[in-house]
């Protein structure tokens, strides 16, 4: 007897490394969980500087891994909004008001989604165009190829591209 | 017996504000409703200006929503495009050539929306992170959250993020 | 005996045509098509730059027609990314490192699409506003209108709009 499975899980991968991208990746993905979906981000190109520890060093890395690393905003804290940025003042508006209205911001979504078990995957070519080492990122993370993608796309009934 | 609930419906989750990416949703919406199917789309971050009046005031708002209201371009045809704007040129030379190609243009697309039932949400953590009343939407607006937005997701086989 | 249709395709609408997310579509089309799934990519709006020959003349084309064709990046080795770009030098350091390490380039991208037979759909809408002739444009695609979209995506289990 045959079974089919049910798809239920939900994907988003997530391109853009820009705060209100990732606020609207993360409070989807938030949302989902708390509503009792298995939910998987897959983290590549911009989106990868979301997950970065703000304490990224150059150290180690050759010329084209520093050169990325000085150009990218690193870390939740320190993304700029996609529109109205206005040389970071824009962006600090929209964070204060969010504060003032009890919403939860990045670091603190991103630490929910950590808790909730939320599968979170960085993409493997990212890392390496970009030259970011395991280290550079926060910790828990399952580096993953299109394969590895495509894997969680196929068990969800909603895969987003954000 | 159990029966199995079809997922037929259509979602989309409109985050962007400019004209081109508005008008994609519409013109996806629009004829995805005219060929049968449930259409939900929710309007979140900079999706929601795209359904503000053009009457907009500013007056009972207080200094962060009087700020975001006249940053931000308010109703449909105000939005600019996202590329070649070029100043307003851009936008202006798109329109007009939609216009001579008997192509309909955005504020026509959201009537005929309105027309077809499609189920229209607003954002409430939009609306409250920028200062949005309702009167300050066009009317027939769901106000939602992240739950509602799923439900619907839930509901359907497609979901986009736009 | 009813009997119910498996969605196993993959559908991605292309409407950007910044590199980065031209790289995105095609590295998830390819990846997916390689895993035995069949893709469909319908380019719209600014995506079909990414489609355009490199060779495109102007000769034929009324006055808008021109100045699209001359605004805009044509072909996949002329496109820039969209953040990072500053004015090419990003986007010649992103391509070199790929190079560097054996990453496959956009245009190497589309020709492994087109040998996997992945259905790609040019939109005639864009076609029109824009004023681009099938001749300006790479063999094999097909012309569709949103219902031509919308079919492959009821066939799909997943839909992307990037």
Partial sequence: MSQEIKK????????????????AAF???VGAASMGFKVHMFFTFWGINILKK????????????KMFTLMMANGPTRLNLSKMN????????????????NISLLPELIKMAQSMD??????????EVMGIEDDDL?????????????????QSDTTLFI
Same sequence: chains 1, 2, 3.
């Fill in 8 to 23: 239920t899980d939900k994907t988003i991968m997530v391109f853009s490394g820009s705060l209100d991208h990732a606020m």
């Fill in 86 to 101: 206005m040389g970071g003042l824009g962006t600090w508006m929209m964070k204060k008001r969010m504060e003032s209205k």
């Fill in 118 to 127: 939320i599968n979170m995957m960085a993409c493997d070519m990212t890392k």
């Fill in 54 to 65: 703000e304490t990224l060093s150059i150290k180690n890395k050759d010329f084209m891994g």
């Fill in 27 to 29: 409070n989807i993905a």
């Fill in 138 to 154: 926060i910790d828990g993370l399952d580096v993953q190829g299109v394969a590895g993608f495509m894997d969680v796309s196929n």
